[in-house]
């Protein structure tokens, strides 16, 4: 999946929830206001990334929760 898909599913699986995200466009530095993209499929929830734990796509730097979840994305 792409990182560009992964936002499109993550926007649409969190319509309508008590946590919002609001995503940013690529390259716009932190993406995803620091949830971490892996975790909301792993545990069907947002978690907030770390910020020692991160991975740069395209311009936009993504926090993981753990380094499993980082290396996942990678």
Same mark, same amino acid.
């Given at each position: 999946? +792409?990182?560009?898909?992964? =936002?499109? =599913? @993550? $926007? %649409?699986? @969190?319509? #309508? $929830?008590?946590? =919002? /995200? &609001? /995503? $940013?466009? &690529?390259?716009? #530095? /932190?993406? /995803? $206001? #620091? ?13 907030? #990334?770390?910020?020692? @734990? +991160? ?7 993504? &926090? ?5 979840? %980082?290396?996942?994305? @990678?």
């Amino acid at each position: 999946m +792409t990182v560009a898909a992964l =936002e499109v =599913e @993550l $926007q %649409r699986k @969190l319509r #309508g $929830q008590v946590h =919002e /995200l &609001r /995503l $940013q466009a &690529r390259g716009q #530095g /932190l993406a /995803l $206001q #620091g949830y971490d993209p892996v975790a909301y499929f792993a545990e069907h929830q947002p978690v907030g #990334g770390k910020p020692d @734990l +991160t991975a740069s796509h395209e311009g936009a730097i993504y &926090r993981f929760a753990s380094v499993a979840n %980082r290396d996942a994305f @990678l």
